[in-house]
Protein backbone atom coordinates (compact mmCIF):
# COMPACT_ATOMS: atom_id res chain seq x y z
CA UNK A 1 0.00 0.00 0.00
CA UNK A 2 2.76 2.43 0.46
CA UNK A 3 4.75 4.37 -2.28
CA UNK A 4 8.35 2.81 -2.44
CA UNK A 5 11.68 4.23 -2.83
CA UNK A 6 12.08 2.23 -6.14
CA UNK A 7 8.89 3.22 -7.57
CA UNK A 8 9.80 7.23 -6.94
CA UNK A 9 13.21 6.52 -8.81
CA UNK A 10 11.87 4.68 -11.87
CA UNK A 11 8.16 5.80 -12.22
CA UNK A 12 6.95 2.21 -11.75
CA UNK A 13 6.20 -0.54 -9.58
CA UNK A 14 7.38 -3.07 -11.87
CA UNK A 15 10.87 -4.21 -10.90
CA UNK A 16 13.27 -4.09 -13.71
CA UNK A 17 16.81 -4.55 -11.74
CA UNK A 18 19.21 -5.80 -14.46
CA UNK A 19 21.00 -6.05 -17.76
CA UNK A 20 23.49 -7.63 -19.30
CA UNK A 21 26.47 -5.82 -19.96
CA UNK A 22 29.24 -5.97 -23.02
CA UNK A 23 30.90 -9.16 -21.74
CA UNK A 24 27.73 -11.32 -20.94
CA UNK A 25 27.19 -10.14 -17.31
CA UNK A 26 24.20 -9.16 -15.14
CA UNK A 27 24.58 -5.54 -13.78
CA UNK A 28 22.33 -3.23 -12.26
CA UNK A 29 20.43 -0.70 -14.56
CA UNK A 30 20.47 2.86 -13.78
CA UNK A 31 17.24 3.00 -11.63
CA UNK A 32 18.31 -0.06 -9.70
CA UNK A 33 21.60 1.54 -9.33
CA UNK A 34 20.40 4.29 -8.01
CA UNK A 35 18.19 2.80 -5.74
CA UNK A 36 20.42 0.51 -4.21
CA UNK A 37 23.11 3.18 -3.37
CA UNK A 38 20.60 5.52 -1.95
CA UNK A 39 18.74 2.80 0.50
CA UNK A 40 21.98 3.48 2.31
CA UNK A 41 23.02 6.72 1.67
CA UNK A 42 19.83 8.59 2.64
CA UNK A 43 19.94 7.17 6.31
CA UNK A 44 23.69 7.99 6.76
CA UNK A 45 23.20 11.50 5.80
CA UNK A 46 20.34 11.56 8.54
CA UNK A 47 17.60 12.64 5.39
CA UNK A 48 15.29 9.37 5.80
CA UNK A 49 15.28 6.53 8.61
CA UNK A 50 15.50 3.66 7.54
CA UNK A 51 15.25 -0.50 9.07
CA UNK A 52 12.75 -2.60 9.47
CA UNK A 53 10.75 -0.57 11.62
CA UNK A 54 6.73 -1.38 10.59
CA UNK A 55 7.50 -4.79 10.47
CA UNK A 56 9.96 -7.56 8.41
CA UNK A 57 10.89 -5.51 5.32
CA UNK A 58 12.64 -2.20 5.41
CA UNK A 59 10.55 1.01 5.64
CA UNK A 60 11.77 4.58 5.28
CA UNK A 61 10.53 7.02 7.20
CA UNK A 62 10.60 11.13 6.99
CA UNK A 63 12.29 12.34 10.11
CA UNK A 64 8.94 14.54 10.38
CA UNK A 65 7.15 11.40 11.25
CA UNK A 66 9.31 10.02 13.75
CA UNK A 67 8.11 11.63 17.08
CA UNK A 68 4.61 10.46 15.91
CA UNK A 69 5.50 6.84 15.19
CA UNK A 70 7.74 6.75 18.41
CA UNK A 71 4.91 8.00 20.78
CA UNK A 72 3.41 4.34 20.05
CA UNK A 73 6.68 3.07 22.38
CA UNK A 74 5.53 4.73 25.22
CA UNK A 75 9.07 5.80 25.95
CA UNK A 76 10.64 9.02 27.08
CA UNK A 77 12.44 9.82 23.95
CA UNK A 78 16.28 9.39 24.89
CA UNK A 79 19.18 7.42 23.56
CA UNK A 80 19.36 4.73 26.79
CA UNK A 81 15.60 4.73 27.34
CA UNK A 82 15.28 1.24 25.55
CA UNK A 83 16.29 0.28 28.80
CA UNK A 84 12.62 0.67 30.20
CA UNK A 85 11.47 -1.26 27.40
CA UNK A 86 10.85 -5.10 27.76
CA UNK A 87 13.78 -6.81 25.99
CA UNK A 88 15.57 -10.33 26.88
CA UNK A 89 19.50 -10.13 27.95
CA UNK A 90 20.90 -10.32 24.76
CA UNK A 91 18.31 -7.91 23.12
CA UNK A 92 19.36 -5.23 25.68
CA UNK A 93 23.17 -6.26 25.25
CA UNK A 94 23.46 -5.13 21.78
CA UNK A 95 21.14 -2.24 22.72
CA UNK A 96 24.10 -1.08 24.94
CA UNK A 97 27.26 -2.06 22.27
CA UNK A 98 25.15 0.19 19.82
CA UNK A 99 25.04 3.08 22.25
CA UNK A 100 28.12 2.46 23.67
CA UNK A 101 30.06 2.48 20.36
CA UNK A 102 28.10 4.15 18.11
CA UNK A 103 27.26 2.84 14.51
CA UNK A 104 27.99 -1.09 14.47
CA UNK A 105 28.10 -3.35 11.64
CA UNK A 106 26.54 -6.92 12.35
CA UNK A 107 30.30 -8.60 12.65
CA UNK A 108 30.72 -6.17 15.24
CA UNK A 109 27.96 -6.65 17.22
CA UNK A 110 28.64 -10.67 17.51
CA UNK A 111 32.35 -9.76 18.52
CA UNK A 112 30.98 -7.60 21.10
CA UNK A 113 28.30 -9.44 22.60
CA UNK A 114 29.95 -12.98 21.53
CA UNK A 115 26.64 -14.47 20.18
CA UNK A 116 26.55 -16.10 16.88
CA UNK A 117 25.10 -14.32 13.46
CA UNK A 118 21.72 -15.84 13.31
CA UNK A 119 20.61 -14.52 17.31
CA UNK A 120 21.88 -11.19 16.59
CA UNK A 121 20.13 -10.88 13.19
CA UNK A 122 17.20 -11.37 15.08
CA UNK A 123 17.59 -9.32 18.32
CA UNK A 124 18.44 -6.64 15.25
CA UNK A 125 14.88 -7.27 14.02
CA UNK A 126 13.11 -6.84 17.30
CA UNK A 127 15.39 -3.76 18.39
CA UNK A 128 14.62 -1.99 15.06
CA UNK A 129 10.92 -3.23 15.60
CA UNK A 130 10.61 -1.13 18.94
CA UNK A 131 12.24 1.70 17.35
CA UNK A 132 15.57 1.41 18.98
CA UNK A 133 18.29 0.37 16.50
CA UNK A 134 18.30 1.94 12.87
CA UNK A 135 20.51 1.84 9.77
CA UNK A 136 22.93 4.34 10.18
CA UNK A 137 24.77 3.55 6.59
CA UNK A 138 27.11 1.11 5.11
CA UNK A 139 30.33 0.02 5.80
CA UNK A 140 32.54 -1.72 3.35
CA UNK A 141 33.92 -4.95 4.02
CA UNK A 142 37.39 -6.65 3.29
CA UNK A 143 35.16 -9.39 0.62
CA UNK A 144 32.25 -9.09 -0.31
CA UNK A 145 29.54 -6.59 0.06
CA UNK A 146 28.96 -4.11 2.81
CA UNK A 147 27.74 -4.31 5.72
CA UNK A 148 25.02 -2.00 7.23
CA UNK A 149 25.73 -0.60 10.35
CA UNK A 150 22.82 0.47 12.96
CA UNK A 151 22.93 3.00 15.75
CA UNK A 152 20.48 3.92 18.34
CA UNK A 153 17.74 5.64 16.69
CA UNK A 154 16.76 8.30 19.44
CA UNK A 155 20.62 9.10 19.25
CA UNK A 156 20.50 9.95 15.04
CA UNK A 157 16.99 11.90 15.36
CA UNK A 158 15.19 14.36 17.71
CA UNK A 159 12.09 11.96 19.11
CA UNK A 160 12.22 13.87 22.30
CA UNK A 161 8.95 15.74 21.87
CA UNK A 162 6.18 13.30 20.73
CA UNK A 163 1.83 14.14 20.56
CA UNK A 164 0.10 11.89 23.13
CA UNK A 165 -0.40 7.95 22.14
CA UNK A 166 -4.15 8.37 20.60
CA UNK A 167 -3.19 11.83 18.52
CA UNK A 168 -0.35 9.94 16.97
CA UNK A 169 -1.78 6.93 15.93
CA UNK A 170 -4.62 9.43 14.45
CA UNK A 171 -1.65 11.30 12.59
CA UNK A 172 -0.05 8.04 11.05
CA UNK A 173 -3.44 6.45 9.85
CA UNK A 174 -4.25 10.07 8.11
CA UNK A 175 -0.78 10.23 6.57
CA UNK A 176 -1.14 6.75 5.03
CA UNK A 177 -4.76 7.61 3.78
CA UNK A 178 -3.28 10.45 2.39
CA UNK A 179 -0.64 8.49 0.47
CA UNK A 180 -2.41 5.75 -1.05
CA UNK A 181 -5.62 7.79 -1.09
CA UNK A 182 -8.16 5.05 -0.43
CA UNK A 183 -7.49 1.53 2.16
CA UNK A 184 -9.14 -0.96 4.20
CA UNK A 185 -8.57 -1.55 7.95
CA UNK A 186 -6.47 -4.41 6.82
CA UNK A 187 -4.50 -2.36 4.25
CA UNK A 188 -3.76 0.07 7.26
CA UNK A 189 -2.66 -2.42 9.79
CA UNK A 190 -0.58 -4.27 6.90
CA UNK A 191 0.98 -0.59 6.11
CA UNK A 192 1.49 0.39 9.93
CA UNK A 193 2.17 -3.24 11.79
CA UNK A 194 -1.04 -2.68 13.42
CA UNK A 195 -3.30 -5.07 14.99
CA UNK A 196 -7.07 -4.98 12.65
CA UNK A 197 -9.42 -3.77 15.46
CA UNK A 198 -6.64 -0.59 16.40
CA UNK A 199 -6.87 -0.01 12.51
CA UNK A 200 -10.72 0.22 12.64
CA UNK A 201 -10.70 1.95 16.21
CA UNK A 202 -8.40 4.82 14.34
CA UNK A 203 -10.14 5.00 11.00
CA UNK A 204 -13.36 5.28 12.96
CA UNK A 205 -11.96 8.33 15.10
CA UNK A 206 -11.14 9.56 11.72
CA UNK A 207 -13.99 9.97 10.33
CA UNK A 208 -15.56 11.29 13.67
CA UNK A 209 -13.15 14.18 13.38
CA UNK A 210 -14.11 14.82 9.54
CA UNK A 211 -10.85 13.76 8.15
CA UNK A 212 -12.00 10.79 6.73
CA UNK A 213 -15.17 9.11 5.01
CA UNK A 214 -16.01 5.51 4.84
CA UNK A 215 -17.90 3.75 2.09
CA UNK A 216 -19.04 -0.38 1.61
CA UNK A 217 -18.78 -2.40 -0.46
CA UNK A 218 -20.70 -5.74 -1.34
CA UNK A 219 -19.51 -8.36 1.05
CA UNK A 220 -19.66 -5.99 3.45
CA UNK A 221 -16.10 -4.89 3.51
CA UNK A 222 -15.52 -0.95 4.47
CA UNK A 223 -13.00 1.24 2.73
CA UNK A 224 -12.09 4.95 3.84
CA UNK A 225 -10.53 7.90 2.03
CA UNK A 226 -9.31 11.36 2.45
CA UNK A 227 -12.59 13.73 3.65
Known amino acids: MLPSL ?10 DWAVRDDEGRHVFTPEMARCWAWKDDLPEQRLVCVGKHLGRWSALLAPRLLPTLYALTGR ?22 ALAEGPLTGPELRALVGADKKQVDAA ?7 LVLTNAGVVAQRNGWGAIAVDVLARRFDVSKHPA ?32 KRSRETLAELVEAGKAERRELQGGVSLWYPA
Not at 81 to 97: G, I, K, S, Y
Open 6 to 15: WEAIAGTRAV
Open 76 to 97: RGRPDDFRDADLTPLQLEVAEA
Open 124 to 130: VVVLQRF
Open 165 to 196: EPEARRTLAATVLASVGELSAADLGGALGWRL
